[in-house]
């Protein structure tokens, strides 16, 4: 939750739609984001999810292939765009893969939980 919390530090969240895979893992991050809408898989197909990731005109990425294609399809359209420095929690994964030359890097590290800035 922190990572998305303090990515949104600053913005207008009046038009902010949470996408999450399942909305009951989010319910103090919507309390904490107060966001407009919140879709999870039950709401939206991929094709879907992507399309509204195109749209966005700033998007706050997290560590999944769905969530880099959306990132990818937003900035190539002018958006914003933000994904973490670490993909994950065993350092097996090589992030800069992962990174484009339009994207911003949010610096982050795994708690034993879950990813944290």
């Known amino acids: 939750d922190e990572y998305f ?15 999450t895979e399942n909305r009951e893992d989010v319910t103090d991050l919507v309390i904490k984001l107060n966001p407009l ?3 999870d898989r039950l709401d939206t197909t991929p094709w879907e999810t992507l399309t509204l990731m195109y749209g966005a005109s700033i998007l ?26 670490q993909w994950s929690r065993w350092k097996n994964i ?6 484009f030359p339009a994207c911003n890097i949010a610096d982050v590290y795994w708690t034993q939980d879950s990813l944290e800035i």
């Open 94 to 99: 090589d992030a800069t893969d992962y990174h």
């Open 5 to 19: 919390v303090r990515g949104m530090h600053g913005l207008d969240s009046s038009k902010l739609i949470l996408l």
């Open 37 to 39: 809408l919140v879709l």
């Open 60 to 85: 706050l990425g997290c560590n999944s292939s769905l969530s880099w294609w959306g990132a990818r399809l937003c900035s190539a359209r002018g958006g914003q765009v933000w994904l973490p420095s």
